[in-house]
């Protein structure tokens, strides 16, 4: 009796002990506080730009921070799933996204009609340099709701990376990179393929012309009316070579690929690294493009404007983006009027990895002026979940 007495005991005393460890990660999880130090200038120079970030609540929820232009911030319990890491959207669509998004690589795009969800299922072949590459499609038309679920195979035997989306009509253009693996140097080219919902199938796939180039930004590649901006820039340094950027466009109604090239940098050195970000506004896709070379200590911001109105890139007066000798990594940037937004870590010069401290700072373009500057705090630990902050726009 005595035995049975003391096991009993034991069992409470366990589930009394997991009640409390469980309501103590929910305390913890849910006291993480965000908020923004000024350092300098006022809050109201973020304008129309806000910064978002996300985390972990409990298993299905996270907390929604936004920080805005009064220096305030609001927080929000949204649903999440963080062993699967997805968010609202695929939450309250599951039936769209089931099956596309458990798929190595997977993309969505959206029109006023259709939201369409397209995941790549790769099968290595027997010879093992080569791929099977089968498409798996959603498609939601948003007047009825219903969903229409079809494979498509690819006509192409290389690794592929689905890049871009977008609809038109009654289509998606699709863009993505493909490497060939039967190739000696293993060579990566980009790829365009025209789906119809309708017929379910494959109505064009072709290569685009961009031989020795690369996508500078995936972010940065949007859709105008009947044409497909896509930002490039060299593949292949060599010395003495101008690096041009690009801009690549094609034709929706052609599949057409016509570009325009704007020399940033003459190049005499192999260790150059060019890395992009894009901002697209109205009618000017805003570009910051860093050139960086550790061996003759070149580190320059070119910040540059391609008018889609004028269909030709125009380079903006110098803006300083680093601070004095500092190096910074920019991780997102918006323009809102005169003002540009920019979130970014510093640099380590001992490791050259970005520091831990991520900071926000708004530059008055017509003056080249600093006119705000603050640093983002948080009580969340390393070894806590968050998603990385960043920049949203009232509409």
Not at 196 to 219: G, P, W, Y
Not at 313 to 324: A, D, L, S
Not at 341 to 370: A, Q, R, W
């Amino acid at each position: 009796m005595k035995k049975k007495f003391n096991i009993t005991v034991l069992t409470i005393s366990f589930i009394i002990t997991l009640i409390y460890m469980f309501a103590i990660n929910i305390n913890n999880f849910e006291n993480k506080v965000i908020n923004i130090e000024k350092i300098n200038g006022k809050f109201s120079e973020l304008g129309n730009v806000k910064i978002k970030t996300l985390t972990q609540a409990d298993r299905f929820h996270a907390n929604k921070f936004i920080l805005d232009n009064s220096g305030k911030v609001s927080k929000e319990k949204v649903k999440y799933d963080y062993y699967r890491d997805v968010g609202e959207e695929v939450l309250q669509d599951k039936s769209l996204f089931r099956d596309s998004i458990e798929l190595r690589n997977s993309i969505v795009s959206e029109n006023e009609k259709f939201k369409v969800v397209i995941g790549n299922k790769e099968e290595q072949r027997f010879n093992m340099s080569s791929y099977k590459n089968t498409l798996n499609i959603s498609c939601k038309d948003k007047d009825t709701n219903s969903i229409k679920k079809f494979n498509v195979e690819l006509n192409c035997t290389g690794n592929i990376d689905l890049i871009y989306s977008t609809i038109y009509k009654e289509k998606v253009y699709l863009i993505f990179e493909h490497t060939d693996l039967q190739e000696k140097d293993h060579e990566t080219s980009i790829s365009l393929a025209v789906i119809d919902v309708n017929d379910k199938s494959v109505v064009e796939s072709k290569n685009i012309a961009i031989k020795d180039k690369r996508i500078l930004e995936s972010v940065g590649i949007f859709q105008r009316d009947e044409k497909i901006y896509i930002p490039l820039v060299d593949r292949n340094l060599e010395y003495n070579k101008t690096v041009n950027l690009t801009m690549g466009a094609i034709d929706i109604n052609t599949l057409e690929f016509n570009s325009i090239d704007y020399g940033i940098f003459e190049n005499k050195d192999y260790n150059l690294r060019i890395n992009g970000n894009i901002c697209l506004e109205d009618e000017k896709l805003f570009m910051i493009v860093d050139i960086n070379n550790d061996i003759e200590n070149i580190n320059e911001s070119k910040f540059i404007i391609f008018d889609l109105n004028e269909n030709k890139f125009k380079e903006n007066k110098e803006v300083k983006i680093n601070n004095g000798d500092n190096l910074i990594s920019i991780s997102d940037f918006m323009v809102d009027g005169n003002n540009m937004i920019i979130l970014y870590n510093n640099i380590d010069l001992e490791s050259g990895n970005p520091s831990k401290e991520k900071y926000v700072k708004v530059i008055d373009m017509s003056t080249n002026k600093d006119v705000f500057l603050g640093k983002m705090n948080s009580n969340i630990l390393e070894s806590q979940w968050r998603e990385d902050y960043h920049l949203i726009k009232n509409k």
